[in-house]
């Protein structure tokens, strides 16, 4: 069984910076990309940014130039460092993995952005 779990949301002020961390653990074989999605109240899940094996990366044209998405395959992990964070960034922020041809997501972080 393949797990992803996620850390590092919370409460931010406008300007402010999070960092997302998301670990995957059971019987993985390759992974292929890696990433993150967000869902905002009353909106449909979003990707934000993903990160293929070999490292090419993909970003939503919103978080260009704020967020950095990276990648440890020793260790399984993927991050999202998340700078200059603003109000429309508030979401629920989930980790996704694809392996083996499967698609596996995480339980979801919040993040809000208030002053």
């Known amino acids: 069984q393949v797990q992803l779990v996620e850390s590092g949301g919370g409460l931010v002020q406008p300007g402010g910076s999070l960092r997302l961390s998301c670990a995957a653990s059971?019987?993985?074989?390759?992974?292929?990309?890696m990433g993150w999605y967000r869902q905002a109240s009353g909106k449909q899940r979003a990707l934000v940014a993903r990160i293929a094996s070999p490292g090419g990366t993909t970003y939503v044209d919103s978080v260009k130039g704020r967020f950095t998405i990276s990648r440890d395959n020793a260790k399984n992990t993927v991050a999202l460092q998340m700078n200059s964070l603003k109000a429309d960034d508030t979401a629920v922020y989930y980790c996704f993995m694809v392996s083996g041809g499967t698609l596996y997501w995480g339980q979801g972080t919040q993040v809000t952005v208030s002053s």
């Open positions: 059971g019987s993985i074989s390759s992974i292929n990309d």
